[in-house]
Antibody, heavy 124, light 106 residues
């Protein structure tokens, strides 16, 4: 069974750093793109970026450039989303999601499997 | 980015109703469109991909149609479990984008 298990809820202050994780299991972790999707309170879904675990090729959505980093440690089948300095506007639920098709050229696809979400609250 | 516009944003309906949600793309996306259902506090769940292909395990009362720039999700007979928010997503371009969502409420 394919599973994506995310790290737990976080409460941080503005300016602090944060790294959240997403561990994949039940499939070949290296050959499926994984994306990070933001959902701000009461709002819709926004793709932040995606990463291909096999070679750590990361692609960021144009509207999200520069504020965070997506990475992966394929030795432990885990993807990460990190910020070096948080803002209150980063308060949201963050989902990792695996695309449906396999392979490095398959970076534009729908999301077939989702993690349970990591709520992040940034408040002074 | 390709903009995806859903309508309506909120839909009030009753059990047994036929429900249609529309999604329009700002440019041609062929049939590279998926529909998701999201319930409060849960992750989204894919219902349909490639505009009209039903995901395995999804009830047949859900159907999708359309191509190019206009798409619809239809629920033939609304069930109590279907009250949720629905999102479309295009994956024609390298920067996939979602619609703003349609909340189906009682």
């Amino acid at each position: 069974e394919v599973q994506l298990v995310q790290s737990g809820a976080e409460v941080k202050k503005p300016g602090e750093s944060l790294k959240i994780s997403c561990k994949g299991s039940g499939y070949n972790f290296t050959t499926y793109w994984i994306g990070w999707v933001r959902q701000m309170p009461g709002k819709g879904l926004e793709l932040m970026g995606i990463i291909y675990p096999s070679d750590s090729d990361a692609r960021y959505s144009p509207s999200f450039q520069g504020h965070f980093t997506i990475s992966v440690d394929k030795s432990i089948s885990t993807a990460y989303l990190q910020w070096s300095y948080l803002r209150s506007s980063d308060t949201a639920i963050y989902y990792c999601a695996r695309q449906s098709c396999s392979g490095g050229s398959c970076y534009s696809d729908y999301f077939h499997h989702w993690g349970q979400g990591t709520p992040v609250t940034v408040s002074s | 980015d390709i903009q995806m516009t859903q309508s309506p944003s909120t839909l009030s309906a009753s059990v047994g109703d036929r429900v249609t949600i529309t999604c329009r793309a700002s440019q041609n996306i062929n049939n590279w469109l998926a529909w998701y259902q999201q319930k409060p506090g849960k992750a989204p769940n894919v219902l349909i991909y490639k505009a009209s292909t039903l995901e395995s395990g999804v009830p047949s009362r859900f159907s999708g149609s359309g191509s190019g720039t206009e798409f619809t999700l239809t629920i033939s007979s609304l069930q109590p479990d279907d009250f949720a928010t629905y999102y479309c997503q295009q994956y024609e371009s390298s920067s996939v984008t979602f619609g703003g969502g349609t909340k189906v409420e009682i």
